[in-house]
């Protein structure tokens, strides 16, 4: 994930809104680092991130582009016009991550004031058009419950036929409902093992109601803090927490009052089924499975994907495919130190990572295949 101002939950926010020299060097530093794809977030306050991945494409070769999208404040034939553009100015490179909304106040920031079901069934009509829109020139006319429209049609379709990758994000029950009925890839934030193949199997539930032959990828965030031994992995982790208590910085997601320090017991928390889900597994203790470590999500009010995994590179690299042998399909990892952390990652963990995956599918490759009564062909 990426920004473009020099900030995060340990650091005070540095230069400009918009830097435009610290925007190119941190994107560049995720395409040296390996990585395939970045996010770029929403919030009611930050620059526009259409506008942002356009400037990124315009400083990368190969770098893919994941925009956070909130449907509801554009026309959906308008921003099936809009990605289907910046498609073509990034060489198809392009991606949009749906995020339907699970804080009131910041909704209504930018004027929105549907329920939260309304609001997921808002993207449901609005994602139907998405696809459809991209999915040919024909002319089509459109009556729903959120929009009508007469005799749509587009000059520009996105690079491939296909058309744009959406990814979707939440783990409400509607979201379930709404993105595995919609998404190639659905986003989760980083719990425990047994906590994410809870929700994999929601989601494959609510692939299969929706009528599915597939069903989406699922991708996981976690916050990894990395050390060239456990011991100093783990006393840079209390740092980082003790940073994060001291308000020195600020969360990207800053949607309650105790963001950036420890939450007051009377605040009701937050609104959103994520954010609680991950308070939920903190509060179960600080550390689960391998390396999943969760007071950083505490001392956060969990505004975003907060919790970490805390380790050597190795051992970081063994938790993330600990996840991707549940069923995970994509890891997103970004940093408590976001430029130095992303170049860390590329020397460590995501190397590690592919090392093994092609290590196994060369394994996978070379044994024999038995038939049903045992012989080898």
Known sequence: MIATQDSSETRPAHGPVIDRDYTARFARAHESAGFDRVLIGYSSGRPDGAQVAAYVAAHTERLGLLVAHRPGFIAPTLAARSFATLDHFSSGRLAVHIITGGNDTEQRRDGDHLTKEERYERTDEYLTILRRAWASGEPFSHEGTHYRFEEYGSQVLPVHAS?????????????????????????????????????????????????????????????????????????????????IKSGAGAPFFDQTPHLGSRPDTSDPGPQNTGSRRLLAAAAQGDLHDRALWTPTATATGAGGNTTALVGTPETVAKALLDYVDIGVTTLLIRGYDPLDDAVAYGEGPIALVHQELAHRRANSAAAPVLDSLGGRR
């Open 163 to 243: 058309g744009i990758p959406l990814y979707f994000g939440g783990s409400s029950e509607a979201a379930y409902r709404v993105g595995a009925k919609h998404a190639d890839t659905f986003a989760l934030w980083g719990e425990p093992l047994a906590g994410t193949a809870e929700q994999i199997a929601s989601v494959r539930a609510a692939a299969t109601a929706a009528g599915r032959a597939a069903a989406p990828g699922i991708s996981v965030s976690f916050r990894p803090i990395l050390g060239a031994t456990e011991e100093l992995a783990w006393e840079r982790a209390h740092r980082v927490l003790d940073t």
